[in-house]
């Protein structure tokens, strides 16, 4: 057995083992530093191109966010500087607080609908893979609208008049008395949102989670049918647990999305009635284009971003683990 | 003596050649002849859709023909609800135009202070815009003496629309001139199965109801010291207002709450107008254009407008009016082509393209017969009244929001207390906002 501190000598067809002295090791040091520095300026090159568009479309931007933060700005007024004074102001504003606490139940419902649904229908396409193919790119189209033809073909079935399909087909059904303004109640605005939110973001956990049923070998399948497992044991047992890969990164993609969605909430409610399904994203809009408050918006990207670094930088350094 | 006699006609004729070029060339820089060249590309900066957006580029049209030299170049910006934040981002992205259209006296204000709009006083007196515009209009587009928008087109916007046959259906002959008759009025709507008002108020068509409320139990006066902040939103007059408009929701006038905050002004539009739902509806007057244009009805015929009904509070001679402008840039690429486009909008031939398009010109020289019957009832009760701004387009950006928001929360909860919740939050708003 070699020690840590012997290196296999090859030579003369028998290994011999001497030990390694700090002189070899410098060596060896150096000869991998010179290694190094003679491939930096190639990797550089190649790096080159991303490394310039990172800087353009995401570090000049966020160092002007960030001073922009700085500034009092109210339309094209000539700006004040404000120091910490627009995220003094934001911690101390009611509907930036409310609008944390939509974000967070916005978030969390949309991505476990969202995720939820894509993760039952996967596993129920996984059963009859080929016969599931049109299904399966059907909600999946729905997954490629864009958010704000989500937020109108939404509106078209919400709309409290005669024109709406959901009060429609209530009152043809003979459940007219349920017909309700949906989009203009505070109770229901929110949940009429989630729904149509998690309806447009299911295709693509569909597709994550399928793959990763279809990742599972044939052979454990086999092996389980072959010891007496039933289909419900094999989904339960097998399937289900295989296809969690799948489930955390559609987790991670769709927690993501939701934190930014903006779109179908623009569309569907302008955050209204009275701010209720006005998230961050959405505050962060009306402060910034609609009151053209630019330094008092950039304060409240900058919490959005943290929120999106704090949920993101653990699952990135999760992933890489696994990778490695 | 000849000798010295020539000499000195020399110099005369040399002074004399000078002097004569001087003047030309004085001449040849003055407005008059600098006006009288006008070519070249004219930029507008649009942000006018559907009807609007048509007559807009009739007009320029219009103009192009007059003056052959010019071409017209539009910076269109795609807008939904306040185009405020579109047309500042495009200024401060570095957009160029020559002219732009305005309809917030705010924003003008805002933009007269960042130093981006042209004093247009010179040009009112040197193209005697004064022969086609009446001096109201004239002040309308001004700010602390200044001209600095020429006003194109103007709404009566308190005007209720209504759908004749849906009046016929509810059995009402004739429209209401009080707040009693119109009151009363709820029970024969509500017997017909009508909503007597629509009440658009997911955005912001809300608020044209309580501004036609203030403005007939305050007066314009007050209605100008509330929204330059001269006196609270606590004050009396505020709450006042409130608890008569509490009244109408009280007598049903409106549906839920939850139904006037699930509706936007155009479907408020379309429950009046189009399915017969409901009742009147207070909004500019586009919507004559939007009825005629989309909803295929005739204007007179098939809907008509009533003014605001009288309120016996001693100021039932205003109308809340909106105005749309034209203004320059001050650093207009083209100002010669602006100057002139913006003389031109007031001629003959400008105001009766507007009229044909189904809106009004403050132009005195528009062919009256052009206008559809809702058209000249409304420039005849604006002609009528003390005009007043629309009271929510002359407040702060800051508080426009909190106020339509705040006027949201009180349709929910019409009740005294929420009149003061209501009123406080708007006033601790506007207190940071001035």
């Given at each position: 057995m070699t020690d840590a501190t012997q290196a296999p000598v090859s030579g003369s067809g028998v290994t011999t083992s001497s030990p390694v002295t700090d002189s070899d090791r410098r060596r060896l040091a150096a000869a991998r530093r010179r290694r190094w520095m003679a491939d930096m300026p190639a990797a550089y090159l190649l790096l080159a191109p991303v490394l310039v568009l990172f800087a353009f479309s995401v570090v000049y931007p966020l160092i002007q966010t960030i001073w922009l933060s700085f500034w009092d700005i109210k339309g094209l007024y000539p700006p004040k500087f404000a120091g910490f004074g627009n995220f003094v102001t934001l911690f101390n504003d009611a509907t930036f607080l409310r609008a944390i606490v939509t974000t967070l139940l916005w978030t969390v419902c949309t991505t476990v609908l969202s995720v939820g649904a894509g993760w039952g229908l996967a596993l129920l396409c996984s059963l009859a893979p080929k016969a599931t193919l049109i299904p399966r790119v059907l909600i999946f189209t729905a997954f490629g609208v864009s958010e704000a033809v989500t937020g109108y073909i939404w509106l078209g079935i919400y709309r409290p008049d005669a024109g709406g399909v959901l009060n429609a087909l209530l009152s043809a059904i003979g459940l007219g008395q349920f017909a309700h303004p949906w989009l203009g109640d505070a109770n229901t605005a929110i949940w009429c949102l989630i729904i149509a939110y998690s309806w447009a973001q299911t295709g693509l956990p569909l597709i994550l989670i399928f793959a990763a049923t279809q990742a599972v070998s044939r052979n454990v399948i086999e092996a389980a049918h072959i010891d007496g497992a039933g289909p419900g044991a094999i989904m339960r047992y097998i399937i289900a647990p295989l296809s969690l890969p799948g489930v955390r990164v559609a987790l991670f993609i769709n927690l993501l999305g939701s934190l930014r969605a903006f779109d179908t909430i623009y569309v569907l409610t302008g955050g209204g009635?009275?701010?209720?399904?006005?998230?961050i994203g959405f505050f962060m809009f009306r402060e910034s284009f609609t009151q053209f408050k630019l330094g008092y918006g950039a304060a409240a990207t900058l919490v959005l971003l943290a929120a999106v670094l704090i949920i993101s930088i653990p699952a990135i350094i999760q992933r890489t683990k696994e990778a490695k | 003596m000849t000798t010295k006699t020539h000499g000195m006609a020399r110099i005369f004729m040399r002074r004399a050649t000078v002097a004569g070029l001087g003047l030309a060339t004085v001449f040849a820089l003055t407005p008059h002849s600098y006006a009288a060249d006008v070519s070249g590309t004219l930029v507008l900066l649009d942000w006018a859709s559907g009807s609007e957006q048509d007559m807009i580029k009739a007009l320029e049209d219009g103009f192009v023909k007059a003056n052959p030299g010019v071409q017209f170049k539009e910076v269109n910006l795609t807008v939904q609800g306040d185009a405020r934040g579109a047309i500042r981002a495009a200024l401060q992205s570095g957009e160029k135009a020559d002219i732009f259209i305005n309809t917030w006296p705010a924003f003008r204000k805002e933009l007269a202070d960042a130093g981006l709009?042209?004093?247009l006083t010179p040009l009112w007196d040197s193209a005697k815009l004064g022969d086609n515009l009446s001096q109201s209009w004239k002040d309308l587009g001004s700010l602390d003496g200044k001209l600095y928008g020429v006003t194109y087109t103007f709404g009566d916007r308190s005007a209720m629309f209504y759908k004749t046959d849906t009046m016929k259906k509810a059995g009402i002959d004739a429209q209401p001139k009080t707040w009693d008759e119109f009151v009363a009025n709820f029970a024969k709507l509500k017997a017909a199965g009508i909503t007597p008002i629509a009440v658009?108020?997911?955005?912001?068509?809300?608020?044209e109801w309580f501004e036609s409320i203030y403005e007939h139990l305050n007066g314009v006066d007050m209605a100008a010291q509330l929204t330059s902040h001269k006196i609270p939103w606590t004050d009396p007059s505020v709450k006042n207002t409130l608890k008569k408009w509490a009244e109408l929701i009280k007598a049903g006038c409106c549906g839920d709450a939850a139904d006037m905050l699930a509706m936007d002004w155009d479907n408020a539009s379309d429950a009046v107008m189009k399915a017969g739902t409901h009742g009147y509806q207070i909004i500019g007057m586009w919507n004559n254009d939007r009825a005629q244009s989309t909803d295929g009805l005739k204007s007179g015929t098939d809907f008509n407008i009533t003014q605001f009904?009288?309120?016996?509070?001693?100021?039932?001679d205003v109308s809340s009016v909106d105005t749309k402008e034209f203004s320059e840039f001050s650093g207009a690429a083209n100002p010669a082509a602006a100057d002139a486009f913006l003389t031109w909008i007031t001629t003959k031939d400008a105001a009766n393209i507007i009229a044909q398009h189904g809106l009004a010109s403050?132009?005195?020289?528009?062919?009256?017969?052009?206008?559809?019957a809702v058209i000249k009832y409304s420039v005849d009760a604006v002609a009528a009244a003390k005009p007043q701004f629309v009271m929510g387009d002359l407040l702060p950006g800051d508080l426009v929001d909190e106020y339509r928001v705040q006027l949201q929360k009180f349709l929910q909860d019409p009740s005294d207390a929420n009149i003061d919740a209501v009123t406080q939050a708007l006033e601790t708003k506007a207190a940071s906002s001035y």
């Open positions: 009635p009275v701010r209720t399904t006005e998230t | 709009l042209k004093d658009g108020a997911k955005v912001w068509s809300h608020t009904p009288a309120m016996g509070a001693g100021h039932d403050p132009s005195n020289k528009v062919d009256p017969s052009l206008y559809s």
